[in-house]
């Protein structure tokens, strides 16, 4: 069906990938969750009403899926429930042939996953459960009980745009130090000592401590190419044209916001005329970011409506990040979208097919940033690569596609390209391969498909 490059896949049969684990432990924890999340939703609706019969029916359907899942039933069709990506699925389903849960490519079946879960919802008769996320609840707990690592975060950020502009950030070397530091906390978005990198003052940005700060982080960067980005940036605040810069987004919470300064901070120091997000059109992995998340973020940000109390001058920096996100949306330099080819199985490399619309829009784009793990599957194909191939070789025919891509991901899967010979041995002596998986170490990878060869 699709002109793939042919290349080992990580596959839940494979007891060395963890796709293994993934099947059997982690997705069936995600369906038990969805269970508990619509039964307590159901018990609060008014008993024998049409809400509380769907909320029902969804559950069964839930409880169904788990019990195929557990028994390693072959994967059946997704019910049709009216979207035209149902078809493509189930026809690319029939393509892999008889294929089960504990034994299947684990892209394609994960996505699957997350698309039967979307159908035991949309194919319900109320709207109520037809627009229903079940993995929200979690989402919004998670932001509203992460106020100290906003405000550290909005703090510092207003601390760097207030003199962005002034002499102390006026020199090429400030520039860069903050550009890497802004890319830094966008790619560790999600990780727990995030802090040690905003706890630097501007004035650090240059100092010893501040270079001290960003070389830890850097250890850990298995494929790093900052140089290369600062090249592309560096020039474009000279440029008088229209210049887009388009994120795919990956999760909502804490790492959501990081991307939301990491665009403030963009449209400020005037990299950018225009940022356009991209989210998911329906919930997706659990945390993905959409178009409901990107609302709560912001009015939590303008409301500084977090479950700890909040001071006024915490409150200030919240709400005048918020302001500034909010001021960007209705001036039209900060666009949300949610193309369907975002929840769909498909790598990356067959979107100029697929979704020609989206790929031409991306390829006139100054730069497209991809956050995370999933779209770095995606990008690679979730391919069980030689890890010193280059991130240009793995893109297969998305890198003959017109598109600059910068890939910003901590690596949590089996995948991951454009090693240096001897970095493996440096990092993992003993051969065990966990490091792709732990999300210990990163990739900051950049490829310029404009660059005519």
Known sequence: MFADILLDISHSGNETSLAYSTARTRWPKIIEAAIADV?????????????FRDGKDVVKDLKHTLLKMQSNARLAPIPDDGAADIEDFNAELDQLGPVTWHSSPWLYCECYLYRLV???????????????????KQKRTALRTSKAAFVELTQWYLSTDHKTHG????????????????????????????????????????????????EKFKENVVDDDTEQVWDLLSAMPHSTASREIHIVLDNAGFEFVTD???????????????IVLHGKAKPWFVSDVTVRDLEFSSSTLEQAAFSDPVTSDEAQSLKEVGSQLRH???????????????????????????????????AAAELVVFKGDLNYRKLVFDGLWPHTTTFARALGSLGEAGLRILALRTCKADTCVGLQTGKEDDIDPYGSREWTRTGKFAVISFFDGKIKK
């Open 39 to 51: 039964d307590a939703t159901v018990s609060n609706q008014t008993e024998n009403s049409e809400v």
């Open 118 to 136: 979307q159908s035991c919802f949309s194919r319900r008769k109320t709207s109520f459960w037809k627009v229903y996320d079940v993995f929200a």
């Open 167 to 214: 002499e102390s950030l006026g020199n090429p070397h400030n520039l860069k130090a903050l550009m890497e530091e802004m890319i830094q906390i966008s790619l560790w978005g999600n990780a727990t000592d995030l802090l040690l990198l905003i706890s630097v003052s501007v004035e650090e940005l240059q100092s010893r401590q501040g270079r001290k700060s960003r």
């Open 260 to 274: 939301l300064v990491f665009v403030a901070y963009l449209l400020a120091a005037n990299y950018a005329t225009r």
């Open 328 to 362: 960007h949306v209705e001036s039209g330099r900060l666009r949300y979208e949610a193309h369907p080819f975002w929840t769909t199985q498909h790598p990356y490399a067959r979107m100029a097919e697929l979704a020609p619309d989206l790929h031409a829009q991306l």
